[in-house]
């Protein structure tokens, strides 16, 4: 296909802590990916250089692309850094008398996330967060629903209206009310919400400081986790709603007439004026396991885990029987929170992650502190003075230097030598080789230990799975990772680099809302009894629907162009973890469905967990009612590529360490490797977003869909 062919569909955006990448596929399938430096300050900058970096490879442009352009998804760090950085808005809060301490408290659990289990155990290292609401911010109303929804104590609105005066005396941005049970019911949450409206009009503040009720936004139990999203929503989401509108901005400015959308946490997406932002907290990884998912339903593979390196993490996830997990009180940035989270377990390492020599220990030290998008002592323009991962690579000769970004970064070799020397392979007594090969051999044991402990850890064995690796810093190390691990395949899209970014476009416009019910289906109960239950249980989501229907009108999207699923967690009756399954229908009317219900449940558990211990006889609980609402959109196509025998031709050989030699390697352009293709190792695939590393004793083969099948030979 010649340049003029190519007719842009699908644009994607994954503003990562290092990189952005930018994915964008044609009506055909094909598809390029285009990188460029994530700019913090503003993610729009960095994204509009990326996507002129990808559509340049077409010979096109922004202007001349985006017109064409039928869907576009965002996903960015910039709400996870202000939280991060505690950069957000200056918020105010009102809850139930006596919780006024919960933010300087926190739960017992919240306090040990992100430690060592030695440094949970010292004063001297394990220490609070720092609350995002000073204390002075934070006031107590009396008033008191009950756990069953009743109001057991009146509302004191005088409290209330003194509060509100307070938190607008002292010039907040926005105030949060988060009331004990709320959830049950709101009444209190809402006549406190009034109240704060009229304080306002009388201050003249009618379109300022809003006003987030965790009733409307978090209806869910668990007090704790519900007042950090409400929290959260305000301090960092809502000022994270600029740089989404300014992302927006660029592409209409270019003559899109689409309407950008954001990843969320549950793995769709959702318009930038979606009330609930603060589940897009975290959404690059989510896109990685969501476009494994649709990779996986068109591959035909059941199993897949999930592991993304980029240049501050390892991410991991499963997908099962086609489903992946949702976490519904999941923690992010040290934060409990209320909002359901693909369930994706985060390891500081990453490319860029820092390696130092511990003294003390006499070992080196690998992360969780990471260079981010300042790469290494390698690049002297980062600023940045300790060695990391990609400093290894660069010595070992598994990175071209002159080929980083390809060619628009140069990396200085002398000056990675000279830092590792330094400050890793002189302490250890080693030469450099040694000391750098060693390091990243027990880097990429570490990765390979927490993805097995990954399926270890639900019962399963890893050749009962495919491994698909993808992120920037992916296919250079995959092959160290997965040595000696008995996956049923290891596959490597070709656009690995990207595979977040194109996971996004993968997803579907998809609002969702839930609520806690803590409905019981106990055996004892009589069939009147549990058809009541089913009755209650409808009409939450009938509730919910509407919440959904409401998002969508904001994006002129009719209720008959939505496609509803409902849907519950469950647990069995006495125990402590719920598991998350599509109701057969959108009503419960008759025994039938509800049998069919648990029916579903039964089945989730035994794929959830696969040494399971089914408990029926103990009955069930039904703890949240969930509704979803999908609107089909535009979605990449898989590339189906005719297929060519023997090898691609080198561009060329140098020498690379590999665990304990040193050989003369060959050296191959990524976009010169056609589908049939093989490659035998030692050889190293360049590509201007990635590098692909093929150790002695494998060998990697190129399908008709563009994916590495990386083998042992």
């Known amino acids: ?54 559509l340049g490879q077409w010979g096109q442009t922004p202007e001349t692309a985006f017109p064409d352009i039928r869907s576009g998804v965002f996903s960015g760090t910039a709400m996870l850094n202000r939280l991060l950085s505690r ?34 155990l010292h004063v001297a290292t394990h220490h609070h967060n720092e609350p995002l609401v000073p204390r002075s911010q934070v006031h107590g109303v009396r008033g008191r629903i009950d756990l069953m929804g009743a109001e057991a104590l009146p509302l004191r609105e005088e409290e209330a209206r003194d509060a509100a005066e307070a938190l607008l005396e002292a010039g907040v941005d926005a105030i949060c009310v988060c009331l004990l049970y709320g959830y049950r019911n709101p009444a209190h949450e809402q006549r406190v919400g009034e109240i704060v409206g009229e304080a ?18 978090y209806p869910s139990r668990r007090e704790f986790p519900r007042l950090n999203s409400t929290v959260i929503e305000a301090y960092a989401a809502e000022p994270s709603r600029g740089t989404l509108h300014r992302v927006r901005d660029q592409v209409r400015e270019k003559g899109a007439g689409f309407d950008v959308r954001v990843m969320a946490a549950h793995g769709g997406t959702v318009s930038v004026d979606a009330k609930q932002l603060g589940g897009t907290l975290v959404s690059g990884p989510i896109g990685g396991v969501v476009g494994a998912r649709w990779l996986a339903e068109r591959t035909g593979i059941d199993n897949v885990l999930c592991t993304d390196i980029g240049g501050t993490s390892f991410d991991i996830a499963l997908i099962t029987d086609g489903r992946y997990e949702l976490d519904a009180t999941p923690d992010m940035a040290r934060f409990m929170l209320a909002t359901p989270l693909v369930a994706i377990d985060s390891v500081g390492s990453g490319t860029g992650s820092f390696v130092r020599y511990d003294p003390v220990a006499r070992r080196p030290q690998i992360g969780p502190e990471s260079a981010g998008s300042r790469i ?133 416009f998809e609002y969702r809302f839930d609520r806690t019910v803590d409905l019981p289906l106990l055996p004892t109960m009589d069939e009147p009894t549990r058809l009541g239950i089913g009755a209650m249980l409808g009409q939450a989501w009938t509730a919910l629907r509407d919440r959904v229907a409401d998002e969508f009108a904001k994006s002129g999207v009719p209720e008959q162009s939505v496609r509803y699923v409902h849907g519950v967690r469950m647990q069995y009756y006495g125990q402590l973890i719920d598991i998350e399954v599509d109701a057969p229908g959108e009503q419960l009317t008759t025994i039938d469905d509800i049998d069919a219900l648990t ?105 008709g869909h563009g994916l590495f099948h990386l083998e042992t030979t």
């Open 1 to 54: 296909m010649t340049i003029e062919e190519h007719a842009a569909r699908v644009l994607a955006i994954d503003a990562g802590g290092t990189m952005t990448d930018t994915f964008v596929v044609d009506a055909a399938g094909a598809f390029v990916v285009g990188k460029a430096q994530t700019t913090p300050d503003d993610e729009s900058v960095g994204f509009m250089a990326s996507a002129v970096d990808a």
């Open 599 to 703: 029916a579903s449940f039964e089945t989730a558990y035994a794929r959830t967990y696969a040494r399971s211990a089914p408990s029926p006889e103990l009955g069930y609980l039904v703890t949240q009612a969930i509704v979803r609402g999908v609107v089909d959109v535009e979605k990449p196509v898989l590339p189906d590529m005719p297929t060519e025998s023997g090898a691609p031709p080198t561009k060329g050989s140098r020498d690379v360490r590999w665990r304990t030699d040193t050989a003369r390697t060959d050296v191959y352009e990524m976009g010169d490797v056609r589908a049939g293709h093989a490659i035998e190792g030692p050889a190293v695939v360049e590509a201007p977003a990635t590098t692909f590393a093929i150790p002695p004793g494998r060998r990697a083969w190129l399908d």
């Open 87 to 120: 950069a957000g808005l200056n918020v105010g809060v009102i809850v139930t008398a006596g919780q006024e301490d919960l933010l300087q408290m926190e739960r017992g659990v919240q306090t040990h996330l992100g430690f060592s289990y030695a440094d949970r």
């Open 200 to 217: 306002k009009a009388a201050r003249g503040l009618n379109g300022e400081v809003p006003v987030f009720l965790s009733s409307e936004l």
């Open 376 to 508: 290494g002592t390698c690049w002297p323009d980062g600023g940045i003075d300790t060695v990391t991962v990609t400093d290894l690579n660069l010595v070992l000769g598994r990175l071209n230097p002159e080929y980083f970004l390809g060619g628009d970064i140069d990396l200085d070799m002398d000056r990675a030598r000279f830092e590792v020397d330094r400050q890793i392979a002189k302490p250890l007594g080693l030469s450099i080789p040694d000391a750098a090969a060693g390091i990243v051999e027990l880097f990429e044991t570490t990765l390979r230990n927490e993805a097995m402990g990954r399926i270890h850890g639900r019962g399963y064995s890893p050749i009962d799975y495919t491994l698909l690796c993808y992120g920037g810093g992916g296919p250079l190390h995959v092959a160290g990772y997965t040595e000696g691990v008995p996956y049923q395949q290891v596959i490597v899209p070709s656009w690995a680099a990207g595979f977040s970014a194109f996971g996004c476009a993968c997803a579907d």
